[in-house]
């Protein structure tokens, strides 16, 4: 039976549901509690898929027979080179097995074995006739795991790093990374952010550029920054950051703030601080998030400062709302915003990054089986499918410097923050999940926002989006790809660094680089590859870039700042920033 009450478009994320799929929602929940992440269905359908092609490609076997033998003898020749003489060629590249003493036998024959060994189990599952390119990645995902678990770099006996500090500690590594470890686990069972955390408070160490709380509804605080220069541009600029972690991650350390940035180049800024939603909060939807989220922000802007345009900007998920927003607005031939800025945010999810290992139909199922149940979705289940595919460097690296060298990674304000999560709401996640992951329904057109289709196509204010080099959230090609979906002047910048670093990163931190081009209205469309190609390379943070594009699209005559919310409209000041909701737990 279907699910018909006070449904989501996609039919699937409803509240009141029958009694027999309630069964089938508490067994899911119930089981995904007991499991990694990965659905054991998705697992065994692309076990099958897999092993189904694998047996009916005999071509493929005996290419990979061929491969295993050929590895097997370059291993012997290895061993054998140790009793006649040669030296040994260091191993290939990889992070792990960067040190000098992986090069010394026997650590350096493990090392190599090991490094065959992956290499084969990569060509293993991949480019088998046949296979679902989904089922593929999700094959080679699990694979990659298992072998990171046994990598002669994690285990304590075979890795000559931890073998030579213990010895030059006598031992006392390992009373350290035991130490390290009970920590971890008091920290984790108490629910309490990582050690070391505590040490970049919102209001002390971070989030401490001056404001004002001056709007405040169930799900956000709106944050207005004090002046920093005598006179500002007349147009505002709006901050939307993404609804799965805290704000601050745009107002960190003093050196490293994008608020402080902006507020310091002459801009009156204003930033959404999202609440953190409980299981009350079960039924907001995405529309919700849309509405009393970015909407009320510019209603209370609006307010503050009457008939000015608003230079509107969103970080990944935030960026994505306000598309989303912007292409709504205007529909409805609402033309309060002066530009667009999308930092590291999809608005094509084609190329989804690396969640796309965990979007399909059964695991969708699955995490809104443990939605339904609890009534939201942790950011810790979110940020665990990242964790899977890069468990790498994400975990297993992590564990082995604290747990069996007995040192912790430095904690920085960006480490602190990204532990300072928010939940999601079930059905607000789920809409989002199914309707942009899952049925891309933004770039086709087939979102709905107040019933009616949002269209990229119809935004015709200035664009300018960001995409990074190392991203494996949102792919820069992914980025780019607004490009084919709207036809305004679109001004698009390639940093170097990942979805973080390459995002939040002072001009005044050497060693940086972005590339930038501006496709004017209507122009003529490049692929990705040969845009990079053409696009200027400048040295430096773009923020630099940034601040210049949108003093070029604010009116040239500056003006005195304004007042801290507009009391006499019923925006007046409710206390000083970061606010009440960045502290909710």
């Not at 065959?116 to 296979?131: E, K, R």
């Not at 601050?248 to 994008?258: F, Q």
């Given at each position: 039976?279907?699910?018909?009450?006070?449904?989501?478009?996609?039919?699937?994320?409803?509240?009141?549901?029958?009694?027999?799929?309630?069964?089938?929602?508490?067994?899911?929940?119930?089981?995904?509690?007991?499991?990694?992440?990965?659905?054991?269905?998705?697992?065994?359908?692309?076990?099958?898929?897999?092993?189904?092609?694998?047996?009916?490609?005999?071509?493929?076997?005996?290419?990979?027979?061929?491969?295993?033998?050929?590895?097997?003898?370059?291993?012997?020749?290895?061993?054998?080179?140790?009793?006649?003489?040669?030296?040994?060629?260091?191993?290939?590249?990889?992070?792990?097995?960067?040190?000098?003493?992986?090069?010394?036998p026997?650590?350096?024959?493990?090392?190599?074995?090991?490094?065959?060994?992956?290499?084969?189990?990569?060509a293993a599952?991949?480019?088998?006739?046949?296979?679902?390119?989904?089922?593929?990645?999700?094959?080679?995902?699990?694979?990659?795991?298992?072998?990171?678990?046994?990598?002669?770099?994690?285990?304590?006996?075979?890795?000559?790093?931890?073998?030579?500090?213990?010895?030059?500690?006598?031992?006392?590594?390992?009373?350290?990374?035991?130490?390290n470890?009970?920590?971890?686990?008091?920290?984790?069972?108490?629910?309490?952010?990582?050690?070391?955390?505590?040490?970049?408070?919102?209001?002390?160490?971070?989030?401490?550029?001056?404001g004002?709380?001056?709007?405040?509804?169930?799900?956000?605080?709106?944050?207005?920054?004090?002046?920093?220069?005598?006179?500002v541009?007349?147009?505002?600029?709006?901050?939307?950051?993404?609804?799965?972690?805290?704000?601050?991650?745009?107002?960190?350390?003093?050196?490293?703030?994008?608020?402080?940035?902006?507020?310091?180049?002459?801009?009156?800024?204003?930033?959404?601080?999202?609440?953190?939603?409980?299981?009350?909060?079960?039924?907001?939807?995405?529309?919700?998030?849309?509405?009393?989220?970015?909407?009320?922000?510019?209603?209370?802007i609006?307010?503050?400062?009457?008939?000015?345009?608003?230079?509107a900007?969103?970080y990944?998920?935030?960026?994505?709302?306000?598309?989303?927003a912007?292409?709504?607005?205007?529909?409805?031939?609402?033309?309060?915003?002066?530009?667009?800025?999308?930092?590291?945010?999809?608005?094509?999810?084609?190329?989804?990054?690396?969640?796309?290992?965990?979007?399909?139909?059964?695991?969708?199922?699955?995490?809104e089986?443990?939605?339904?149940?609890?009534?939201?979705?942790?950011?810790?289940?979110?940020?665990?499918?990242?964790?899977?595919?890069?468990?790498?460097?994400?975990v297993?690296?992590?564990?082995?410097?604290?747990?069996?060298?007995?040192?912790?990674?430095?904690?920085?304000?960006?480490?602190?923050?990204?532990?300072?999560s928010?939940?999601?709401?079930?059905?607000?996640?789920?809409?989002?999940?199914?309707?942009?992951?899952?049925?891309?329904?933004l770039?086709?057109?087939?979102?709905?926002?107040?019933?009616?289709?949002?269209?990229?196509?119809?935004?015709?204010?200035?664009?300018?989006?960001?995409?990074?080099?190392?991203?494996?959230?949102?792919?820069?090609?992914s980025?780019?790809?607004?490009?084919?979906?709207?036809?305004?002047?679109?001004?698009?910048?390639?940093?170097?660094?990942?979805?973080?670093?390459?995002?939040?990163?002072?001009?005044?931190?050497?060693?940086?680089?972005?590339?930038?081009?501006?496709?004017?209205?209507?122009?003529?469309?490049?692929?990705?590859?040969?845009?990079?190609?053409a696009?200027?390379?400048?040295?430096?943070?773009?923020?630099?870039?940034?601040?210049?594009?949108?003093?070029h699209?604010?009116?040239?005559?500056?003006?005195?700042?304004?007042?801290?919310?507009?009391?006499?409209?019923?925006?007046?000041?409710?206390?000083?920033?970061?606010?009440?909701?960045?502290?909710?737990?």
């Amino acid at each position: 039976m279907k699910e018909t009450a006070n449904l989501p478009e996609s039919g699937s994320t409803g509240t009141n549901i029958t009694p027999y799929r309630a069964i089938d929602r508490l067994r899911e929940a119930t089981v995904a509690g007991l499991g990694t992440g990965i659905s054991p269905l998705a697992l065994g359908m692309a076990l099958i898929d897999w092993s189904a092609h694998l047996a009916a490609a005999p071509g493929k076997r005996m290419e990979l027979a061929g491969k295993a033998t050929q590895d097997a003898a370059d291993l012997m020749a290895r061993i054998v080179a140790l009793t006649v003489g040669p030296k040994t060629q260091p191993t290939p590249q990889d992070p792990r097995f960067a040190d000098p003493a992986w090069r010394n036998p026997p650590f350096s024959i493990w090392a190599h074995g090991f490094l065959l060994a992956q290499q084969w189990w990569q060509a293993a599952t991949s480019d088998v006739p046949g296979v679902d390119p989904h089922h593929e990645s999700l094959l080679s995902a699990t694979a990659q795991q298992w072998l990171d678990m046994v990598s002669p770099a994690t285990l304590p006996l075979t890795n000559p790093e931890v073998i030579v500090r213990s010895i030059e500690t006598g031992g006392l590594s390992h009373l350290v990374g035991l130490r390290n470890w009970f920590e971890d686990m008091a920290h984790l069972a108490a629910n309490r952010p990582p050690v070391g955390a505590e040490r970049f408070r919102p209001g002390h160490e971070v989030a401490t550029t001056p404001g004002k709380v001056v709007f405040r509804n169930h799900l956000i605080e709106l944050i207005q920054y004090a002046p920093a220069t005598e006179t500002v541009l007349a147009e505002p600029v709006l901050l939307v950051p993404a609804w799965i972690m805290k704000y601050y991650v745009l107002d960190l350390s003093p050196e490293n703030s994008l608020v402080r940035h902006l507020v310091q180049a002459g801009h009156t800024v204003f930033c959404l601080s999202w609440r953190n939603p409980t299981a009350e909060d079960r039924d907001l939807t995405l529309d919700d998030y849309r509405n009393l989220g970015i909407m009320a922000a510019v209603d209370a802007i609006s307010a503050v400062l009457p008939g000015q345009r608003i230079h509107a900007a969103g970080y990944c998920l935030g960026g994505t709302l306000l598309a989303i927003a912007a292409a709504a607005m205007a529909g409805a031939r609402d033309n309060r915003l002066a530009t667009v800025s999308l930092l590291a945010a999809q608005t094509d999810f084609t190329e989804p990054g690396d969640l796309a290992l965990f979007i399909d139909h059964d695991q969708l199922h699955r995490l809104e089986s443990v939605m339904w149940q609890r009534g939201y979705l942790t950011a810790d289940q979110m940020l665990g499918a990242f964790r899977f595919v890069r468990s790498n460097d994400l975990v297993w690296s992590r564990m082995v410097r604290a747990y069996l060298l007995g040192e912790r990674e430095p904690m920085t304000d960006i480490a602190a923050w990204s532990a300072d999560s928010t939940r999601m709401p079930y059905r607000m996640q789920g809409e989002y999940l199914r309707r942009l992951y899952l049925e891309n329904a933004l770039a086709s057109d087939r979102l709905l926002a107040e019933g009616r289709p949002v269209a990229l196509r119809n935004i015709r204010a200035p664009i300018f989006a960001v995409g990074t080099e190392d991203d494996y959230v949102t792919p820069w090609s992914s980025v780019y790809r607004l490009h084919c979906l709207c036809d305004a002047e679109l001004t698009f910048v390639l940093a170097d660094r990942d979805h973080l670093a390459g995002i939040i990163h002072d001009p005044a931190q050497p060693g940086s680089h972005y590339r930038i081009a501006t496709r004017r209205r209507n122009g003529a469309y490049l692929y990705p590859e040969d845009w990079a190609q053409a696009a200027a390379m400048h040295s430096g943070s773009w923020w630099t870039a940034w601040t210049d594009w949108l003093a070029h699209h604010s009116t040239k005559k500056r003006q005195a700042p304004p007042d801290m919310g507009a009391a006499a409209a019923g925006y007046p000041p409710l206390g000083d920033a970061p606010g009440s909701y960045v502290r909710q737990r």
